[in-house]
């Protein structure tokens, strides 16, 4: 069973930058692509950032410029770099993984929460 661990939400304000950290308990080069969701109150899941097995990166328009998603393969860890944070990134983030194209795995969630 994969597991997906996030960390490194917390309380941060405007301005300010978070890193979050997504764990995986296998060789993230098993996986075709890994990506951060972010979903806050009343609102539909929405994709911030992907990064895939060819170190290719796609960003959402609200993330381009100041989020970074990287990954470590040592680690097996892929990170949100999350800078000038504005008070709408608040917001339950989520890592999202994809093997084979049709096998989705999804961690359990950190809390973001930027005050103004």
């Known amino acids: 069973q994969v597991q997906l661990v996030e960390s490194g939400g917390g309380l941060v304000q405007a301005g300010g930058s978070l890193r979050l950290s997504c764990a995986a308990s296998?060789?993230?080069?098993?996986?075709?692509?890994i990506s951060w969701y972010r979903q806050a109150p009343g609102k539909r899941r929405e994709l911030v950032a992907a990064?895939?097995?060819?170190?290719?990166?796609n960003y959402a328009d609200s993330a381009k410029g100041r989020f970074t998603i990287s990954r470590d393969n040592a680690k097996n860890t892929v990170y949100l770099q999350m800078n000038n944070l504005k008070a709408e990134d608040t917001a339950v983030y989520y890592c999202h993984a994809i093997r084979c194209s049709t096998r989705v795995y999804w961690g359990q969630g950190t809390q973001v929460t930027v005050s103004s």
């Open positions: 990064i895939n097995s060819g170190d290719i990166t």
């Open positions: 296998e060789n993230i080069f098993s996986f075709n692509a």
